[in-house]
Structure formats: C-alpha cells, structure tokens
C-alpha cells in the first residue's frame, strides 16, 4: 500500500461509499477492513484515501499529518483535464445529475453529487502565466465591490442551500484568507530572490 493517507472521509455507510466511488467513479480499491470499518481507495489523482463507517474509532491512527477529516456535505476536488469524456463516463454508468459549471478565471468543474450528500468535484484548470495571476489579484478587490454593490443586509445573507455559506460569511472568508496570507507575501517581497515555501 502507498504511504498512509492524509485525508479521510466520514461515511454513514462504508460498502455504500466503496461502491459508489469504485464502480461510479472509477477509483481503485486498495484495501477494506470491516473489523475496524475502514477501506483505502486511490482516488481519480492518484491520491489514498481513507474511508471510514460509522463505528470506525480513532481515525487519526490511520492518518498521517498533515491530517483533514470530511464529513458529510463536503466537496472533495480532483483535477481532470477532460470534463466531457468525465461526464460521459459516468452517464454510461448510470450518473445523469452531473453538471458542468464555468469557474473563477476560466476555470470549469464537474460536479457529480454522491452518498452522504458528499460533493465529488473534477475540476479543468486553465494554466496562467504568473502576470496574468497577478493582474486578476490586482483586479479583484475592484470585482468584489461591483458584485456586492447595492446589497442589502439581509441580502448578504442569502445562501444558495441550507447549510452553505452566506454571501456575507464568504466574504469575510475571503477577507481573513487575506490577511492570513499577507505575511507570507510580506516575507517573500523582503527575501527576493530565495526560495519561499
């Protein structure tokens, strides 16, 4: 087996998700342990994932760190480079309510909606130079009013389900991602020239 996975997903029902992801999905099943319910699957990247039932204990023994723990109602993303011939996978297996959504910057996703009401995301990236990176950066506080101009309060708490983030709450989301990632930006304009990670 690969070297233990980082990321794990908490599902109701373990077989459930294995068949879903395996015969559905395409992925590859690794391993299924029922004494401790768990099984690892190699997901559309390649990447091990551990799937973990109801009566799993301890999830974190399985895991390496960095350790990132889905629970039902998340999205999980892979990259793809052909969304169609994606969705036309899954339609000849039986999958009809995928759907191809336009993305930020070019970008396009198939969404493809599984047990748990987990959200499985292949996501096309169109590549950009680091310029054009920088411009869309530039321009976007500039989009972000535009967007938001002329909103009330209570608009801004509008969401498009139960259970997602509101237009204010993404707001904010992106304001504290921001400030977070200031410092980084700071240390790496101080110290031109070296390798940042």
């Known amino acids: ?14 077989p459930t998700t294995i068949e879903f992801c395996v015969d559905k999905l395409g992925f590859a099943m690794i391993d299924h342990l029922p004494y401790a319910d768990i099984a690892h699957i190699l997901d559309a990247d390649g990447d091990l994932l551990l799937f973990a039932g109801p009566n799993a204990k301890d999830i974190t023994q399985y895991l390496d760190p960095p350790r990132f723990i889905s629970k039902p109602g998340d999205t999980i993303s892979f990259a793809e480079s052909d969304l169609e011939a994606r969705n036309a996978i899954l339609v000849s ?14 970008n396009s996703k198939l969404s493809v909606p599984g047990p748990d009401n987990y959200t499985f995301a292949f996501l096309k990236r169109v590549p950009h130079t680091p310029e054009e990176v920088l411009v869309q950066y530039e321009e976007a506080p500039q989009k972000l009013e535009r967007v938001l101009e002329g909103l009330s309060e209570s608009a801004l708490d509008l969401a498009t389900a139960t259970g997602q983030w509101s237009i204010r709450k993404i707001v904010h989301h ?18 031109s020239g070296t390798l940042y990670i």
């Open 1 to 14: 087996m690969p070297n233990r996975p980082t990321m794990a997903l908490s599902v109701s029902d373990l």
């Open 93 to 106: 297996k039986g999958i009809n309510d995928a759907c191809i959504e336009d993305g930020f910057l070019g």
């Open 174 to 191: 992106l304001a504290e991602s921001e400030s977070l990632f200031m410092m980084q930006i700071k240390t790496a304009l101080a110290d």
